[in-house]
């Protein structure tokens, strides 16, 4: 299973991206899906996460600005990201519960995309 995350760039700030991620491979089903970002010299922490059934959680710092969504078709997980500010500049990294045959799960990283907020 891979994970193949886009959509980050260069932008300024109060400006919107959108963060995509596919997961491709031998997928039987899929759990939850979540965003994840990493700063320089910070901690990766979760972003905003959605699960099977559509239930979603956020970040106290994003809520009202990031909608996360999921096409179960298309095994993929996107990040709509709204009146971005400075320190909203990270590596942007989904993750995906994946399961091969309905029993066993399997927890997948997408590569990271770069999102940079000019002030």
């Known amino acids: 299973v891979q994970l193949q995350a886009s959509g980050g760039g260069l932008v300024q700030t109060g400006g919107s991206l959108r963060l995509s991620c596919a997961a491709s491979?031998?997928?039987?089903?899929?759990?939850?899906m979540a965003w994840y970002r990493q700063a320089p010299g910070k901690q990766r922490d979760m972003v905003a996460l959605?699960?099977?059934?559509?239930?979603?959680n956020y970040a106290n710092s994003v809520k009202g600005r990031f909608t996360i969504s999921r096409d179960n078709a298309k095994n993929a997980v996107y990040l709509q990201m709204n009146s971005l500010k400075h320190e909203d500049t990270a590596v942007y990294y989904c993750?995906?519960?994946?399961?091969?045959?309905?029993?066993?799960?399997?927890?997948?990283w997408g590569q990271g995309t770069q999102v940079t907020v000019s002030s």
């Open positions: 993750h995906v519960d994946v399961t091969r045959d309905g029993r066993n799960w399997y927890s997948y």
């Open positions: 491979g031998s997928i039987f089903s899929t759990n939850v």
């Open positions: 959605v699960s099977n059934g559509g239930s979603t």
